[in-house]
């Protein structure tokens, strides 16, 4: 560790935070202006640890393209909110599977059906596990010959290769059920369980920035979770991110949103679903 790591950095002043506020809300939408705290420690951590004490400086070194990328990628992983957890938000996991097991019963005639689910904001991987769980299980009470496809992206690279890990302390896993764990996971070394490799299969792990999807092919979804990433943009952002999301759903697709995140949000395509402890939408059928 170098001698720079035991220096404290000066607050960042009001035109510094202006700044970094600036750069960092118009490439990934993240709003500071609640979450000073966020920034202020995440720029710190960072600067500590490649020995930078001026924040003008690596400003500087950050902004540049294409040299400051490497360096930018490293900045967002300090300051992104990544907490998650299994089967956060009961109630959105209880409309899921209402949902899959109307929709896998009247999919089970077809051939071939590929049941594709996009986790928007993956974070380390809890969610998009869960939505595999969720859906393997109703396939496999239903006996349905339907294969199953899970997006997950984030703009983190770090939560990023823990999700592709796929390897879980006791206490992450300690709230799911007995007979969960036995059919998902395998205890290794020190508490830790990992995913069996049969569920990972169905997954697929993208490093990708959700204000850039117009880059992104056209692949349709039967189920979009966007939670808890939103609340942390601004109004005008949420809804340019959501009403992109509508394109990438199939007739009759799924979008939930986490409860009381951009709240007000309207869609012509889109009707709420009556449940209202979730914020959960349906894609018109003949869109
Ligand atoms: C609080 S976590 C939510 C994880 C999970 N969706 C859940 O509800 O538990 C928010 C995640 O959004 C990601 N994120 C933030 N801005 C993003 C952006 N512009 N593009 C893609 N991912 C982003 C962060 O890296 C973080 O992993």
Same mark, same amino acid.
């Given at each position: 560790m170098s001698l720079w790591s035991f220096k404290t950095t000066p607050a960042l002043t009001e035109e510094q935070y202006e700044r970094w506020q600036n750069l960092l809300e118009q490439r990934t939408g993240i709003n500071f202006s609640q979450h000073k705290s966020i920034l202020q420690?995440?720029?710190?951590?960072?600067?500590?640890?490649?020995?930078?004490?001026?924040?003008?400086? %690596?400003?500087?070194?950050v902004s540049a393209i294409p040299e400051g990328v490497g360096e930018w990628t490293k900045l967002v992983d300090r300051v992104s909110v990544k907490e998650t957890s299994f089967f956060r938000e009961p109630n959105a996991y209880a409309v899921l599977k209402n949902y899959l097991v109307d929709l896998i019963s009247s999919e089970q005639k077809a051939q071939d059906y590929t049941l594709d689910i996009w986790s928007v904001g993956c974070s380390t991987g809890e969610e998009p596990y869960?939505?595999?769980?969720?859906?393997?299980?109703?396939?496999?009470?239903?006996?349905?010959?339907?294969?199953l496809g899970v997006v997950a992206t984030d703009i983190s690279a770090t939560a990023l290769a823990v999700a592709k890990e796929g390897k879980y302390s006791a206490r992450k896993?300690?709230?799911?059920?007995?007979?969960?764990?036995?059919? %998902?996971?395998?205890?290794?070394?020190?508490?830790? %369980?990992?995913?069996?490799?049969?569920?990972?299969?169905?997954?697929?792990?993208?490093?990708?920035?959700?204000?850039?999807?117009?880059d992104v092919p056209r692949l349709t979804m039967d189920v979009i979770f966007c939670q808890n990433v939103l609340v942390y943009f601004q109004r005008d952002r949420q809804k340019q991110v959501l009403d992109t999301l509508v394109h990438y759903?199939?007739?009759?697709?799924?979008?939930?949103?986490?409860?009381?995140?951009?709240?007000?949000?309207?869609?012509?395509?889109?009707?709420?679903?009556?449940?209202?402890?979730?914020?959960?939408?349906?894609?018109?059928?003949?869109?």
């Open positions: 420690s995440g720029l710190n951590q960072r600067m500590r640890e490649i020995g930078i004490d001026d924040y003008d400086q %690596y400003f500087q070194q869960s939505l595999a769980i969720a859906a393997t299980d109703i396939i496999d009470y239903l006996t349905a010959k339907i294969f896993i300690e709230t799911l059920a007995p007979e969960t764990k036995t059919k %998902y996971f395998k205890p290794v070394a020190n508490r830790y %369980y990992q995913v069996s490799t049969e569920l990972q299969r169905k997954l697929c792990f993208v490093q990708g920035n959700i204000l850039e999807l117009k759903l199939k007739p009759g697709g799924l979008l939930m949103v986490a409860s009381g995140e951009a709240s007000g949000w309207q869609h012509s395509q889109m009707k709420r679903t009556a449940d209202e402890s979730v914020q959960a939408y349906i894609k018109a059928q003949n869109s």
